[in-house]
């Protein structure tokens, strides 16, 4: 084989297995945002509905601070079979790539390259064990009063993004801009 492909390709073999580590690496990382958001419904029914929400969602009341309508929710998230499953396909993949090509490199030792495959199992125990964790939900809730004599809530809410998405699409809570 021509002495520049092996090279090379083991090149591109290394970065594309950095890049499988920190995908890996992401796959853990807090993903927190605060927004705000509008209803429609008034201070306390809102304040019902979104306690309502996150207990049907195993979110238990952590503290309370009632006259400045502040609640903070606290729950488990738990990770997903799917993803554990998928990150050590992944890792099993980029691992063999990269056995196949240290394995092409050096031939007298070929074999001791391709057992790297047994390391992927690590990656979805590494997400397993960091992906389950207590997540917290912040809420303040705020009434505004509209020209008429309609008042409207806002909430500010700090969360976990799909946990924001989640709640806005089932409680029809609009973004303020």
Known sequence: MNTAVLPST???????????????????????EQVKLSSES????????LQQYFSE???????????????????????????????TLLSAGGTLCLGLV??????QQGQIFLTLVLLSPLAGIFYWKKAGRPEQVSLK??????????????????AHRDELAAMQ????LKPVS
């Open 10 to 32: 083991f090149v591109l073999t290394l970065l594309l297995a950095v890049g499988l580590f920190f995908f890996i690496k992401a796959s853990v990382k807090d993903r927190t």
């Open 42 to 49: 008034a201070q306390e029914s809102l304040l019902t509905e």
């Open 141 to 158: 809730l705020e009434s505004v009063a509209e020209p008429g004599s309609q008042t409207r809530s806002l909430v500010t809410v700090r």
């Open 57 to 87: 969602r195993a979110y238990r009341v952590a503290a309370v601070d009632a006259p400045n309508y502040k609640v903070t929710f606290e729950g488990f998230v738990r990770p997903s079979w799917f993803l554990a499953i998928f990150l």
């Open 169 to 172: 699409k089932a409680l029809d």
């Open 102 to 107: 240290l394995a092409m490199l050096v031939p």
